[in-house]
């Protein structure tokens, strides 16, 4: 049936096969979109925020969503930047996740705030001085280079190549396609760190406040870290993913193997940050602030625990994992290692949303505790299925892995040889 | 000749070009204005500003107002600064007054012809007819004492006087003891207590840490139901630092006065003639010296009443309805004048709605903090809704008495008395009685004055009286909700924050085992209403704080024992 | 946002972080605007069989991509930069430089495909031969014939058209096989045959350069064994089991073969269209 | 000279009986609860809140303390994160101002605020049918999904201003401008005045050593100064501590 805009020579299921894959995804951004509906059209008294806890679950999500998402940019900056060849295999996958991850934050984003229809006032009366507004540009103005991006690879279908238009298009755009990449690693670096930044400023909440290096915080610098470090580890375990439900190779063995170092060596930068951080925060930012470290950690739940399993459990051990050739050889520890790595940054920035909120400030504050409604998740769910959905059909019609197709057979060796001359297009 | 690609081209150019020009960032900016004035939000009402001056009837205490309006319509009220009652001080209550007469509860319409046509019968069958006040002192207290006398058998009830009647001069006390009583929580005048506060020491007998146990000076805390033991101990100078304090005169005793300990205590300690005096009250027409005598309505005979006309349009002490109904015969006709369905409306065959400050014409005795008789009017800011009737001339038109031109044949009598100042609110000056003419004193008093008697000289000394006294109860009963209406915006007190504890809401003790938010049952001899538990660990356990409403004073009032159980 | 609005002050924070923005607008814009430009000026230049060409090559993996002289075994490995158009290649024109076209012995059957030297092929298994009146005739070579056995659909370009080097020749269907076939030579149609030839097409020029992109001779069975060698991949690829009787000769109609083979796939492959 | 308007609260003569929340409700147009409001959804932009010295009955005490903007002044949190200047401080008065109109609701600010003094929205804004007919004219109401807070009830100030004017005086500082809580502070607990003029009662009042800020380490330096001579009631300016009574805060 759609068998003309599946590229030739790779094998993918049948069309009615992948509708049942489809559907549950489908049903799942059915319910998202009606919870969304609801909140856009009875106001956010659909949620369970309130004036103490005005950030909940969604903030929480965009955080960790761009973080993951940031792969496509670091990616992107290895492979046409620095010139890391091998990246090739991935990046088409990275870009579009990096384009679900970034457009389904922007829409949370969009129901989170009380007035949408006031959304562009940010672009109209910017205040230079708000982390949000450097947010808030940087974001759309990625979104938009990541969707330049993602063109590139929806022209190359099968079908849409015979429109001479669009094939000419997009081997015009491709040949740009560095500006690009550095256009979007510019935006996607300052923005990750703005929204680290989001919290360090607080000022208020001195749980959250930082100390600054230059004009910015410094959880700035290690949200740019972590995500770059996470980046890699998300594209390991989605690809990994993808090939087991698809029962497919996607990319050379060496690829893997090169973004579990380049994952473990940033994680490990990030853990040795993180952890001067931390102690320069513990000892003199929070005390001289009239707030002692200490009491953060005896509101229960959130015990020393939390911070122990940030830096640690999450962060140098897997770190440790990625970094010896050994383990990273081997595929278990790998993926286990990465997926410590996002777990990692996703309660790194939960601590950040949730716990800064949670924690009294006054001395007659109580502890606040928070449950998003069924409303909050259900949003939350639209964006997953909406993700899933969007990469399911680039995979099914897109050439999200150019290896594949050699890799439909064991090929001799000689054939890898790198040549000395090479014509290639990038 | 244009092709479509050239109309591409020129749309396409001028697009560009206009992108240039401050034009469509302009227009966005209109936009944004736009997006500003939302759609469906209530526009305030512009037009002239000025201010009006009336008194407050929503509790005895009458604290003198000032109205801003808009046009004629009141926006918000404040108090009158320099008066020498209320010294310019409003309770929340005062505070959004004005917001009565629009709110959702309000009793707008009732029975009238039915109601009238029932009385009658019950007239015509001879039976006793009876008016209980809930304010009584008023003038249209005088009209039905006057209508009552002219009905046979006709009674005029009215609640137990505070302090027998007498009134308390808080300027004179260095000491107050008080066992239980809301000195700084609504007592008497809130502004005339704060002005005195600073010369007195109060010492607090409480079981629980109410607002005015927290402020007083010394709180002692006792077991919910011991009060009146600790009473007879001090009494006894069981409690020599108490007896000390008790030393730095003058003193003034204030509790459940029907417990002869405090009567025993007040003469102890003096009190009698210099912290409790004797008040006179404003003068009435001689023509009305033939108005029935005021009755406690303890005092009525048993199942004797057959008709009980119930005025609660000023709200004042209530008297729970188990102990009234003991007063009236089997097939009485009771009928409600009420704005509200929470008071005895619940009870009544007839409810007949009222007009609500600051809708009323009305006056306002003295309060008991006020050594003076008083004479001021509530002057009606907005017209009274459509449907309300004026009870006063409702039961005038009963009796076939006139009493239209009351109010101003009073205010005739005081100035013909030439006795003490009246206090004008717009300038706060004060002029005496003798030099006004009774046409420029009943203006001022409708522009807002108050007409203040001098004290006494010869006044007698006063008398308490102790009567057979009720037990404490276990329920400490705080003022939240008012015995009536209560402005919407209260919410911000009750839901939007804990600062005083909504309608049918119990503070309890966390010991007690219940969970905050838990919906349970206050029960008594009485019966029992839902709740809700909010926990408090400055409730004692054993102790229960609910607020006070018709409702919870039907249940709570004069019984012990109280409980909280499980729905 | 703009100097007009409300709260926008000439301040550093303003000019610094709006320039950012407003760089980052134009360079992307540009970009767009650049890639929008020059698609349309290569649409204008008819250079699109050149570019979807180009894009097809680059698409094929690298071995496909292998210079002839690797074939042959001239070279250790090199792969091909001009898009097997050697016409305009250094490092073909030296290696051919000092030794005339190496014409073997007429061989007419290799592995028992005829394979007649007479005429130059493409690696796109086509053949060219100049015929006396000069022009020339096109025709599928036989591996190519084979694979497509009796084709389902022939679409040949109607005569008047002018064809160029690699661009699209003309389409073969075959089952669910649908491929171009690329043009051996740049010429002019004018004559269209079902037999032997398919095409008759006057050639732009006819000078020893205009062939030298073709291989010939020698280079056929060397070019031939790795054909078949990727034609023996393709079907491990598409059917684990099939396979050619080794060494043998392919039969005439290979399709029938294998009736449940994804065959365009296969010729997707051997037809260099990816 | 600019003014710098404050506050002292003396907390020793706060009764909590709330009159100061529901005139500041009158006075600004704040609509009443909503059915679903809670004290965590609600809209009061001053709250009374009930503190106790954490020992248990009888031993307990309670002191109430109303929290409105502290109105910081220097580098105000919230002032500093609002992506679109939605928030400003007047330099002529150091009054905190919130732009409704101008807002889109993504409650940075309210994160940023460590008084909680800002609230949100949640709701359209309604009152009982004829209650709209008391709306305050000099303030506009505001739509749902908007934060909003104290300033001071910059509408009298408006006013105020052009009363002095009209009076000759100089219009920048008017003589009779106090906000309605102020106003309607039945014990006088509430002065409010210009701490830059040494001889207003609050500047006197705020130099007092029985005087304190909340959080006054965070150096936001607000202009709410609270006074109370009991010692534990002092210990609220300070960081939380976790322990007992902390939790069952009412108010």
């Known amino acids: 049936m759609d068998k003309e805009f599946i590229t030739r020579g790779v094998k993918r299921c049948s069309g009615g096969k992948f509708l049942l894959w489809l559907t549950p995804w489908v049903l799942l951004l059915a319910f998202g979109l009606f919870s969304a509906a609801l909140v856009l059209i009875k106001g956010l008294n659909q949620t369970n925020m309130d004036n103490r806890f005005a950030f909940g679950l969604w903030i929480f999500l965009d955080l960790t969503v761009i973080a993951l998402g940031a792969g496509a940019f670091f990616t992107g900056f290895l492979l046409y930047i620095l010139k890391i060849d091998d990246l090739k295999a991935v990046i088409n996958s990275a870009v579009v996740i990096g384009l679900v991850c970034y457009s389904g934050a922007v829409c949370v984003l969009a129901v989170d705030v009380g007035q949408p229809l006031r959304a562009w006032f940010t672009f109209w009366y910017p205040n230079v001085h708000s982390m949000l507004t450097e947010v808030t540009f940087c974001i759309s103005c990625y979104l938009t280079v990541l969707a330049i991006e993602y063109l590139p690879i929806v022209l190359k279908n099968r079908r849409l190549r015979e429109v001479p238009s669009m094939l000419v298009f997009e081997h015009e755009l491709h040949k740009l396609i560095y500006v690009l990449a550095g256009v979007g690693t510019f935006l996607s670096f300052f923005h990750q760190g703005s929204l680290g930044g989001l919290y360090g400023v607080l000022r208020g909440r001195p749980f959250a406040f930082r100390e600054g290096l230059a004009l910015w915080p410094s959880t700035f610098f290690l949200f740019i870290i972590s995500a770059a470090a996470v980046g890699p580890s998300f594209i390991l375990l989605t690809t990994w993913l993808v090939e087991k439900i698809s029962r497919k190779k996607l990319v050379k063995p060496e690829v893997p193997g090169l973004l579990a170092r380049i994952s473990g060596l940033m994680l490990a930068v990030y853990v040795l940050a993180k952890t001067v951080d931390t102690l320069v925060w513990l000892n003199r930012t929070s005390p001289e602030r009239g707030f002692q470290g200490w009491q953060y950690y005896s509101w229960r739940p959130f015990g020393t625990w939390i911070l122990f399993a940030e830096i640690v459990v999450f962060g140098l051990v897997p770190a440790l994992i990625l970094l010896s050739p050994k383990l990273r050889a081997n595929a278990g520890w790998r993926l286990s290692a990465a997926a410590m790595a996002c777990c990692g940054v996703a309660l790194n920035r939960f601590v950040m949303t949730v716990q800064t909120l949670a924690l009294p400030t006054l001395s007659f504050d109580p502890f606040m505790s928070y449950y998003p409604s069924w409303q909050e998740v259900g949003t939350f769910l639209a964006v997953v299925a909406y993700g899933v959905l969007v990469y399911s059909f680039s995979f099914r019609y897109f050439q999200l892995f150019p290896q594949e197709r050699d890799l439909r057979v064991q090929t001799p060796p000689q054939r890898e040889e790198r040549e000395l001359i090479t014509a290639g297009r990038y | 000749m244009t092709t479509r690609r050239d109309l591409f081209k020129i749309t396409g150019g001028a697009a560009v070009g206009a992108l240039l020009t401050p034009a469509p960032w302009r227009m966005i900016t209109d936009g944004a204005l736009w997006s500003e004035n939302w759609p469906g939000i209530p526009r305030p009402a512009r037009g002239e500003i000025r201010a009006k001056f009336t008194n407050c009837t929503l509790c005895p205490a009458g604290c003198a107002m000032k109205a801003r309006c808009v046009g004629d319509q009141p926006i918000s009220l404040a108090g009158v600064a320099g008066h020498p009652l209320s010294h310019g001080a409003l309770c929340p209550f005062g505070i959004a007054g004005h917001h009565l007469p629009y709110h959702p509860e309000r009793l707008l319409s009732g029975a009238v012809e039915d109601a009238a046509a029932a009385i009658k019968k019950g007239i015509g069958e001879g039976g006793r007819i009876a008016v209980f006040d809930t304010r009584p002192g008023r003038t249209a207290s005088w009209t039905y004492r006057r209508a009552m006398a002219s009905l046979p058998g006709g009674l005029y009830l009215r609640p137990q006087a505070a302090l027998n009647g007498n009134a308390v001069d808080l300027s004179a006390a260095r000491t107050v003891l008080s066992f239980g009583v809301p000195l700084l929580d609504g007592w008497g005048t809130p502004g005339n207590v704060i002005q005195a506060r600073g010369n007195f020491r109060l010492i607090q007998v409480e079981a629980i840490e109410s607002r005015t146990a927290a402020m007083a000076d010394l709180w002692l805390p006792t077991n919910a139901g011991e009060e009146r033991a600790m009473a007879s101990i001090i009494l006894n100078g069981g409690m020599d630092h108490i007896a000390r304090e008790l030393e730095n005169g003058p003193v003034l005793v204030l509790g459940p006065e029907d417990w002869p300990e405090i009567v025993e205590l007040n003469r102890k300690y003096g009190a009698l003639g210099r912290t409790i005096v004797s008040r006179r009250d404003a003068p009435v027409p001689d023509t009305w010296k033939d108005a029935a005598p005021e009755m406690e309505w303890a005092d009525a005979a048993e199942g004797s009443i057959r008709v009980l006309l119930i005025d609660e349009t000023a709200p004042g002490a209530y008297v729970p309805w188990h102990s009234l109904e003991t007063k009236l015969s089997r097939d009485a006709v009771v009928v409600a004048f009420t704005a509200t369905r929470d008071g005895y409306a619940r009870h009544a065959q007839f409810s007949i709605p009222t007009a609500v400050f600051p809708e009323a014409l009305d006056d306002i005795p003295a309060a008991v903090d006020s050594p003076a008789g008083v004479f001021r009017l509530s002057t009606s800011l907005v017209p009274p809704a459509a449907g309300t009737i004026d009870p006063a001339m409702f039961i005038a038109r009963l009796a076939g008495i006139d009493a239209a031109s009351a109010l101003r044949d009073r205010a005739g009598a005081i100035c013909r008395s030439a006795r003490g100042n009246v206090f004008h609110y717009a300038d706060s000056k004060s002029t005496p009685m003798k030099e006004m003419k009774a046409d420029a004193f009943w203006k001022s008093l409708n522009e807002g004055a108050c007409w203040i008697d001098d004290l006494d000289p010869k006044a007698p000394a006063p008398k308490l009286v102790a009567r057979a006294a009720t037990r404490a109860s276990n329920v400490s009963l705080v003022e939240t909700c008012g015995a009536g209406l209560v402005s919407p915006l209260f919410s911000k007190l009750h839901e939007e924050s804990h600062v005083r504890l909504a309608r049918h809401e119990i503070a309890l003790n966390p010991a007690g085992g219940f969970h905050d938010g838990e919906r349970v049952a206050l029960q008594t001899d009485c019966g029992r209403i839902a709740m809700t538990v909010l926990l408090d660990p400055s409730i004692p356990p054993g102790s229960i704080q609910a607020a006070t409403g018709a409702d919870v004073l039907d249940l709570c009032g004069g019984v012990t024992g109280a409980k909280v159980v499980r729905i | 946002m703009l100097p007009w609005n409300y709260g926008f002050e000439w301040n550093t924070g303003h000019v610094v972080f709006l320039g950012a923005f407003y760089t980052v607008l134009v360079i992307v814009a540009t970009t767009v605007v650049n890639a929008i430009w020059r698609s349309r000026r290569a649409l204008r230049q008819h250079t699109l069989d050149e570019l979807r060409w180009s894009s097809d090559f680059h698409e094929l993996s690298a071995a496909d991509r292998a210079c002839r002289h690797v074939i042959t075994g001239e070279l250790r490995s090199r792969e091909c930069p001009n898009a097997f158009d050697c016409r305009k290649c250094e490092t073909h024109a030296r290696l051919t430089a000092n030794q005339a076209p190496p014409f073997a012995a007429d061989e007419e059957e290799i592995f028992g495909m005829a394979f007649p030297l007479d005429r130059f092929y493409h690696r796109g298994h086509t053949w060219v031969r100049r015929e006396p009146d000069g022009t020339v005739t096109i025709g599928l070579d036989e591996l190519g014939r084979r694979l497509i056995g009796a084709p389902d659909a022939l679409q040949l370009p109607a005569p008047g058209t002018h064809l160029s080097v690699n661009g699209a020749a003309f389409r073969l269907k075959k089952r669910d096989a649908d491929v171009r076939v690329l043009s051996p030579l740049d010429g002019e149609v004018i004559e269209t045959g079902t037999g032997e030839w398919l095409l008759r097409l006057r050639p732009d020029r006819l000078d020893e350069q205009a062939f030298r992109h073709l291989l010939c001779g020698s280079e056929v069975r060397p070019w031939l064994m790795r054909e078949l060698e990727r034609l023996q991949l393709a079907l491990t690829a598409e059917a684990a089991m099939a396979s050619l009787a080794d060494g043998g000769v392919p039969v005439t109609d290979i399709a029938a073969g294998y009736p449940e083979m994804n065959w365009d796939a296969v010729c997707g492959e051997m037809f260099l269209e990816p | ?251």
């Open chain 4, 1 to 251: 000279m600019n003014a710098r308007y404050g506050m002292t609260i003396d907390i020793d003569r706060c009764n909590g009986c709330g009159a100061c929340m529901v005139a500041c409700a009158v006075e600004n147009n704040i609509p009443p609860a909503h059915a679903g409001a809670n004290d965590r959804k609600g809209l009061t932009w001053i709250r009374v809140y009930k503190v106790d010295n954490g020992k248990e009955y009888p031993e307990r005490r309670s002191a109430f303390v109303p929290v409105l903007c502290q109105q910081c002044g220097n580098e105000t949190p919230c002032a500093h994160v609002c992506p679109q200047q939605a928030v400003d401080v007047d330099p002529k008065t150091g009054v905190v101002g919130q732009m409704p109109e101008r807002c889109l609701g993504c409650r940075y600010c309210m994160a940023a605020c460590p008084y909680h003094a800002r609230y949100f929205n949640w709701w359209d804004p309604a009152w009982p049918k004829g209650m709209e007919k008391t709306l305050n004219p000099s303030v506009a109401p505001r739509m749902r999904g908007v934060v909003e807070k104290c300033n001071f009830c910059h509408g009298r100030w408006h006013e105020a201003r052009q009363r002095a004017a009209a009076g000759g005086l100089a219009a920048s500082e008017p003589v009779d401008y106090v906000p309605a809580c102020v106003e309607a502070c039945p014990a006088g607990a509430i002065r409010f005045g210009n701490l830059n003029d040494a001889t207003t009662e609050v500047a006197r009042k705020s130099k007092e050593p029985d005087s304190f800020r909340l959080l006054e380490k965070l150096g936001t330096d607000p202009k709410i100064y609270y006074h109370s001579k009991r010692d534990w009631v002092k210990t609220i300016a300070e960081a939380p501590r976790p322990g007992a009574g902390k939790e069952n805060v009412r108010g």
